[in-house]
């Protein structure tokens, strides 16, 4: 039987002091500039490209030669592929991808006749070049399932990931590829070798999303650019979100000596350091060959259960006492949620993520029967929860899991962060006590 401790009045709460008037002010004002940056950093990545640009570039859509399987030879400009079928990677006007925004965007092989096909396969079309003397370049397609090699005349220019008897696959950024030189005036065959991990079920997943483009260099440089800063703002705030995380866990550090819940800033710290490093997964992968899409898959179904662990533990110690029974539970559904994740058990995962809402559900009761500041708390805590739970607290709500202002795609997680973030810092500065007061926190665990 749980020992009856006497809760936290109002009374009891930690008054709000001058230095913790200006640490408020602080945040918010960083709140209010982060955003500002934000907005401008998505505002230029999200414009189109310009259009004498566009048109001085071909954009290689159209019919292309397909073919399922692999095989080198298939590179050679000789090469009979009349026997091969069509794709049409035309996009409909406005069309875009689902995530970013990336312009150009066409259905994959799995709804041109191939749903449920992995593995490798080949585009193929003939390409004039224009005369004149400058230099050409092919941009590479900027949305690839999952990696790809680009030949021309049967010389391979490059691609992304490294393909072969063991695939490294990477996320697909934009590539910029030289044509050999005096190419001007004559036709070539330009062949794009792709590679799919098995995995992808989307009816619309397989191969290129969007063609390349051929361009004179001095516009090729130019589409770059453009592309890339189309690129950084789709995951900008994948790795801002990370650093605030990161400066909050800095900001509990330094004044965790003044908290009046200091086992809730250990876990709050633990908790946002797991999320940080899973959102910045999203930058890494997008910006860089740094980590195959196999790590991140691997990472992605598996790091939610910590942090989802870690909260729990954070606001049972927001409630004091924290009760080691919801410990004990929360490790338990952390347990059942990581075999979920490495057995890809639907049932195990959803035990361990309606487990893990029902303790929430205890927590909310125990700080609307707490001391204050219990609105602040409480409002934290349900931006924890829909970053948490979007699947079953806002998809049945109907709202979108992604948005597109400016243009450019905004999960609703990061939405979230960005208000969860701020309340998080305003709750840390709302536990500290003045100065030269009693600083360990009231009560005992309960038995």
Not at 312 to 325: E, F, H, K, Y
Not at 436 to 446: D, I, L
Request: a positive charge.
């Amino acid at each position: 039987m749980h020992r009856m401790m006497p809760r936290l009045s109002a009374s009891m709460a930690p008054a709000t002091d001058a230095a913790q008037r200006r640490l408020m002010v602080s945040i918010i004002v960083a709140t209010v500039l982060t955003i500002g940056l934000m907005v401008a950093d998505l505002a230029t990545g999200g414009r189109p490209d310009p259009a004498p640009l566009r048109a001085a570039s071909s954009l290689l859509d159209g019919s292309w030669r397909f073919h399922t399987g692999d095989d080198p030879r298939w590179a050679a400009p000789d090469l009979d592929d009349s026997r091969w079928e069509t794709m049409d990677l035309t996009a409909p006007p406005g069309s875009h991808d689902g995530d970013v925004g990336l312009p150009d965007y066409v259905a994959g092989w799995m709804a041109h006749g191939h749903p449920g096909y992995h593995g490798y396969a080949w585009y193929r079309r003939t390409v004039t070049v224009p005369a004149g003397s400058a230099s050409w370049d092919i941009l590479g397609p900027t949305l690839v399932e999952d990696g790809y090699e680009l030949y021309w005349n049967g010389r391979l220019l490059g691609g992304s990931g490294r393909l072969g008897p063991e695939p490294r696959l990477v996320g697909t950024r934009p590539l910029q590829f030289a044509l050999p030189a005096g190419v001007a005036g004559t036709s070539g065959v330009l062949a794009v070798r792709v590679y799919m991990l098995p995995g992808n079920a989307s009816a619309e997943g397989g191969g290129m999303h969007t063609p390349p483009i051929l361009a004179p260099r001095s516009v090729s440089d130019a589409l770059h650019r453009a592309q890339w800063q189309r690129t950084i703002a789709g995951y900008i705030l994948d790795a801002v979100e990370p650093a605030a995380m990161l400066t909050l866990i800095g900001l509990a550090l330094v004044v965790g000596s003044r908290s009046s819940r200091k086992g809730f800033l250990v876990f709050t710290g633990i908790a946002l350091a797991l999320t940080a490093a899973r959102r910045l997964n999203n930058a890494i992968v997008s910006w860089t060959d740094l980590q195959s899409l196999v790590t991140y898959a691997w990472l992605a179904s598996v790091m939610w259960v910590p942090i989802m662990t870690a909260w729990v533990l954070a606001w049972n110690r927001w409630c004091l006492p924290a009760w080691r029974s919801v410990d004990g539970l929360a490790v338990a559904l952390g347990v059942a949620g990581v075999v979920g994740a490495l057995t890809h058990s639907a049932t195990w995962t959803s035990v361990s993520r309606l487990g893990s809402i029902a303790l929430f559900a205890v927590i909310v009761v125990r700080i609307v029967r707490g001391a204050a500041p219990r609105i602040l708390a409480l409002v934290t805590l349900a931006s924890i929860l829909a970053s948490l739970f979007g699947s079953e607290l806002l998809d049945p709500l109907g709202v979108p899991g992604i948005w597109f202002p400016l243009n450019i795609g905004v999960a609703r997680t990061q939405y979230i962060y960005a208000i969860s973030i701020p309340l998080l810092a305003l709750l840390i500065v709302r536990t500290l006590l003045p100065k030269h007061a009693p600083t360990q926190e009231n009560g005992s665990r309960k038995q």
